[in-house]
């Protein structure tokens, strides 16, 4: 190597060192510059995220708050005794007392009741549950002048002859809601009424037979009021997580608040803004994060591009097979199930968030599973329980958890539950699943399952207990002749209805 030759190397070299110290700095800081860059621009999504969110719930509340302003308003509105009223000379004193001041005002606090035919000049008027003069009405009856408008449109719509008169039609029912539904000639929107914020719903008075004879189609409206009172808003703003739910005053609107949505269509006076404290989870996120930023910087400066590379799939390998160990401690292999482990933490989970009456479980076990196994052989056995496994699952939905704990032993957590008829009707769903046919090698093996059920708390405030009455209510169902579902009541399970008796398929 000549001398040229040798002074070129060490100058390539020292290029080629001083080249990777430069990139590993520019790597460093690139990574660090893009990291924040990232997680700023996470941080501002994730606090619009968060407000559109929130905005979504809030208004989802105040429309929810309407419907059921609505209902109540229904039960007076679409009622024979109200009809009767109408159809007399004038409104008795026990009724403006019991139903317009009692009822509506003292119970529902409804600051204004008004009954005007075809909402033109009322009849009967009650403001804070003193009746008044109908004419001291005339001012919120034109200041809703669109909503009777649409009512009365609404009504007449409504409207279809029938014999000896007209019938208003409602709604096909609708198996999957739990209340049926109301003829939609109602009108409601939020309005500013003396002062204050308030749902204003305007439907005609109708009979419960929605049916009106010949003579008597002409409408009378009624009119309700409801204020949205302070506590209604705090009560609010505690249910949907987020603080300061108010109504924003006209002085506020020269700063619009951080977070803030319209509530009402706003034909006349709106629509009118609510405001409050978002829970913006911007510094949250950069508090528990900076840190680790620093730390994978200084990583990366003294680690290069490769070996943090190398690193990364190090770290995912190992989180694979960990999130493949955790799932398979928790979960039986054959069936896919959460095994006893994580049933019982499943149930704990439940039990500490779930209100009294709302969590229930389900013990269930598989009648003639030993002949199964006895006769055709474990491999069949084990078709039999992935199938059941899988009807249960499919049974209980994302209503709950089905676990098996052991052989043919299930068990089902149910949270949420409305009565005792929807879980009674979950085990008898099971009952029935379980005996239905399974092929395997062109042969039906038949099977058949018993359920007990409990509740919590009153059948038991710790899982040991909770899971004993549910045992205790499973031994008595296979005691009374199996097939059939009981629930535990009073340390001995109730008597089984006939409905609960399943037939064999």
């Known amino acids: 190597m000549t001398a040229m030759t040798a002074r070129l190397f060490a100058k390539t070299s020292n290029w080629m060192v001083h080249g990777i110290h430069t990139a590993c700095a520019l790597l460093v800081v ?9 997680l700023d621009a996470s941080v501002e999504q994730a606090n619009k995220f968060g407000q559109a969110t929130e905005r979504k719930l809030v208004q989802q509340e105040f429309q929810h708050l309407i419907d059921e302003i609505v209902k109540y308003q229904a039960a007076v509105s679409i009622w024979d005794a109200t009809v009767a009223q109408i159809r007399s000379s004038e409104f008795s004193h026990y009724f403006v007392e019991r139903q317009l001041r009692t009822r509506l005002w003292s119970e529902f606090g409804f600051s204004w009741t008004v009954f005007a035919p075809s909402g033109k000049q009322a009849v009967v008027a009650v403001n804070r549950g003193e009746e008044v003069s109908p004419d001291k009405a ?19 719509a409504a409207l279809k002859k029938s014999d000896g008169g007209f019938v208003v039609r409602r709604p096909a029912p609708d198996p999957d809601k739990l209340s049926p539904e109301l003829p939609f000639i109602h009108a409601a929107d939020m309005r500013m009424v003396d002062g204050r914020l308030s749902i204003v719903v305007v439907q005609a008075v109708l009979p419960r037979s929605l049916f009106i ?13 409801k ?34 949505t319209p509530v009402g269509k706003g034909f006349t006076d709106g629509p009118f ?13 950069w508090k528990a994060v900076m840190p680790k930023v620093a730390l994978l910087s200084a990583l990366a400066a003294i680690a290069m591009g490769f070996i943090a590379w190398r690193f990364g799939m190090l770290v995912r390998a190992l989180q694979r097979s960990e999130a493949s160990n955790r799932f398979l401690a928790k979960h039986d292999g054959l069936t896919g199930l959460a095994n006893r482990i994580g049933f019982q933490e499943a149930l704990e989970a439940f039990t500490g968030t779930v209100r009294d009456g709302q969590l229930a479980i389900i013990a269930a076990d598989l009648d003639k599973f030993k002949m199964v196994n006895d006769r055709f052989g474990h ?33 089902v957590i149910l949270r949420d539950v409305a009565d005792h008829d929807e879980v009674l009707a979950v085990a008898n769903g099971m009952v029935i699943d379980a005996q239905i046919p399974i092929p395997y090698n062109n042969l039906p093996l038949q099977v058949g399952s018993s359920a007990g059920i409990a509740f919590y708390p009153q059948h038991g405030r710790n899982l040991r207990n909770l899971v004993h009455s549910a045992d205790m209510a499973l031994y008595q169902a296979k005691n009374c002749g199996r097939g059939r579902s009981v629930i535990f009541e009073n340390d001995q399970p109730e008597s089984v209805p006939e409905e609960t008796q399943i037939a064999a398929a």
């Open 273 to 285: 803004l609510v405001a409050w404290q978002p829970n913006a989870p911007g510094p949250t996120i």
């Open 138 to 156: 005339d001012a919120l009856l034109f200041w809703i002048d669109d909503l009777v408008y649409e009512a009365t449109q609404k009504y007449w």
């Open 213 to 225: 004879p010949a003579g008597f189609e002409q409408p009378t409206l009624m009119v309700s009021v």
């Open 379 to 411: 491999a069949a056995g084990d078709a039999v329980l992935r199938t059941i496994a899988q009807r249960f699952r499919d049974r209980v939905g994302d209503r709950g958890i089905v676990a098996r704990l052991g052989g043919d032993e299930f068990m």
């Open 227 to 260: 204020p949205i009172s302070d506590k209604m808003l705090a009560t609010m703003s505690e249910r949907l997580g987020i603080g300061g739910l108010h109504v924003v005053k006209e002085d506020e609107l020269k700063e619009r608040p951080t977070a803030y």
């Open 30 to 38: 690139v990574f660090a510059a893009s990291v924040f860059l990232v």
